[in-house]
C-alpha cells in the first residue's frame, strides 16, 4: 500500500486504515449504494480505488454521496423502517472513521452495554439475562421511540467532540449526518436530524451519545 502517512496531507489518516477499513467492509458484504458499483466491482480497481479515497480523507475533500433508501418490513408486522445504503467507498470511510471512535469510546462503556460493541452481541445480551432471571423477579424495560429517526445533529457533534480531538473526525461526521437521502423514486431528500440505520458511521454515533 505504499507510505502509511503523507506530511503534505491536512489530516493525519494513514493508507493501512482504510485498508483495514476496507478489509472489515469486504468481510461484512452489502449491497451496493446509489452509484450501484458492488463490492466484486470496487475490487477490480481496487488498488487505485482506495488510494483515490484515501487522499481525498487526508486532504479535506471527501464529501459523501448520498445515502440509498432502502424500506424493509419490521419484526411482528409493524409497519416499516428504513434503511440507509451508503455505496461501497463511502462504507470505508465511515469504517476509517467508526474505528478511530471505537478505540477512544469502547473502553467507557459499562460491561452490561451489548449495543453494536465490538465482541458482543444480543445473544450474550439474552445470556445474561437468563442467568440474572434466577437472582431478581423483576425487569425494566425503555425504549426510545424513532430515535434514529429524530436525535438532533447538534448533539450527536457535540457528543463526538468530547470524545475526539482529531478534527477529520468531527468533519466527516457533520457531512454524513447532513448527507441527502435518495428515495426510491430518485428524489433527494435532505436531512436535518437523524443518522440513517445500516450505515457504518451510525453505530459510533449512537456511542457517543451513550458514552
Known sequence: ????????????????????????????KGAPG?????????????????YRLWNRMASGSYFPPPV??????????????????????????QTVVAAHLEKQV????HPDSYGYRPNRSALDAVAACQTRCWKANWVVDLDIQKFFDSVPHDLIVKAVEAHTDAR?????VKRWLTAPMQLSNGSLAERNRGTPQGSAITPPTQWVTRA
Open 106 to 109: 469502547e473502553p467507557m462503556f
Open 168 to 172: 477529520w473526525v468531527v468533519l466527516y
Open 68 to 93: 440509498l433508501a432502502v424500506e424493509i418490513s419490521k419484526s411482528h408486522g409493524e409497519g416499516t423502517r428504513i434503511l440507509g445504503v451508503p455505496t461501497v467507498a463511502d462504507r470505508i470511510a
Open 34 to 50: 446509489v452509484d450501484k458499483v458492488t463490492l466484486t466491482e470496487f475490487g477490480e480497481d481496487l488498488q487505485n480505488n482506495l
Open 1 to 28: 500500500m505504499g507510505e502509511l502517512k503523507s506530511p503534505g496531507k491536512s489530516f493525519e489518516i494513514s493508507k493501512w486504515e482504510v485498508w483495514e477499513a476496507y478489509q472489515k467492509v469486504k468481510a461484512n
